[in-house]
């Protein structure tokens, strides 16, 4: 596609259910970083993949967080055990190695009751 | 202290003004400077990206970038009710795809 896919747009879990999210990037983008935006707080690191290397986790706030991508393509993130101040947009972007800044997609809104 | 603070506003301009907004960081190694745009419930948008110091203009958008002072600009002309958005500054170290630490955001809004 055109731009950053990510589902689903919405989702409400209930507290101690695990969850994946799913980006689909911009074909031929190597690297690929998630964040995680809540209400009036910036936007918070979480992972980044760039191509075959190992991928950059310094930013996953627990062992709940987890995330992979198959194929140097799409990309999931797992959490387990939800809890409520899990509770955010979740942001995945991408970008080609030549640089130029990220692409956004509309984030997954996530709600834990 | 946060490596990059920018001031939440909300900022309240009529249409037609100029408006600024600005961030400071602390970390010198940062060398790529972007600011973004977000729409309510819509990821940031890439608006503006610039290398080192100095300016860079795209129709009503400025950007200034003075590393010594470790401070960058956005200037918007002529601001339209369109332009109310959350910015986000942004930058990150050599080798532009790699992590790029973000502001917490400055909300705009434009009064027609």
């Known amino acids: 596609g055109a731009g950053v896919s990510q589902s689903p747009s919405n989702k409400v879990t209930e507290k101690g259910k695990d969850v994946e999210l799913r980006c689909d990037p911009i074909?031929?983008?190597?690297?690929l970083y998630w964040y995680r935006q809540s209400l009036g707080q910036g936007l918070e690191f979480l992972i980044y993949?760039?191509?075959?290397?190992?991928?950059?986790k310094s930013g996953l706030p627990s062992d709940r967080f987890s995330a992979e991508r198959t194929g140097g393509s799409v990309s999931t993130l797992t959490i387990q055990r939800t809890q409520q101040e899990d509770s955010a947009v979740y942001l995945c972007?991408?970008?080609?190695?030549?640089?130029?800044?990220?692409?956004f997609g509309s984030g997954t809104r996530l709600t834990v009751v | 202290q946060k490596e990059v603070e920018q001031d939440p506003g909300p900022l309240s301009v009529p249409e037609g003004a100029i408006v600024s907004l600005n961030c400071t960081y602390s970390?010198?190694?940062?060398?790529?400077f972007m600011w973004y745009r977000q729409y309510s419930r819509k990821g940031p948008e890439l608006l503006m990206y610039?290398?080192?110091?100095g300016n860079k203009e795209d129709g009503r958008f400025t950007a200034q970038v003075d590393k010594s002072s470790k401070y960058i600009s956005l200037f918007i002309r002529d601001s339209q009710p369109s332009d109310s958005a959350t910015y986000l500054c942004?930058?990150?170290?050599?080798?532009?795809?790699?992590?790029?630490?973000f502001g917490t955001g400055t909300k705009l809004q434009v009064i027609p």
């Open positions: 993949f760039q191509g075959n290397s190992a991928p950059d």
């Open positions: 942004a930058m990150s170290g050599e080798g532009g795809y790699q992590k790029v630490t």
């Open positions: 610039t290398y080192s110091s």
């Open positions: 970390n010198s190694a940062f060398q790529y």
């Open positions: 074909s031929g983008h190597t690297a």
């Open positions: 972007a991408s970008s080609s190695t030549t640089g130029g800044g990220y692409t």
